[in-house]
């Protein structure tokens, strides 16, 4: 009982990390698009192509974000089959990393096809 507890625990930790790392992506992604909007109203010439952007600014923007955005996803990777393991014993926490495992791969097969075909949808 303890090992399909774990399972179904471990099971949701992929989805949940996934939500997280999806969602930086469009926090960060409105903030770069927030930057290149206020570049072109402040910058004169920019839209004319006689003046540089500031492409520094978006690297900045996207460094710090990157960084700042993955704290959580990583406390919990690690944290979570530790808190298992304390909480629940050995037996939950090789449930958990079977769930983890087993549907992170799912997961990730999913969303490779998923990138490809929004790859490929957006060339049309």
Do not use: H
Not at 20 to 27: E, Y
Not at 89 to 107: D, K, R
Not at 109 to 121: E, R, S, T
């Amino acid at each position: 009982s303890k090992v399909v507890a774990g399972m179904l625990i471990g099971g949701t930790i992929p989805y949940f990390l996934g939500a997280l790392t999806m969602g930086s992506v469009g926090r960060t992604a409105q903030q770069m698009v927030e930057e290149v909007r206020r570049q072109f109203r402040e910058i004169t010439g920019l839209m004319e192509g006689e003046a540089k952007a500031d492409y520094a600014r978006c690297v900045e923007i996207s460094t710090k974000s990157s960084i700042r955005e993955m704290i959580w996803p990583g406390v919990t990777a690690v944290a979570a089959p530790i808190f298992i393991g304390w909480l629940l014993g050995a037996e939950a926490l090789g449930g958990f990393l079977a769930g983890a495992l087993v549907s992170g791969v799912m997961l990730a097969l999913m969303m490779a096809n998923a990138g490809g075909a929004w790859d490929n949808a957006k060339k049309y």
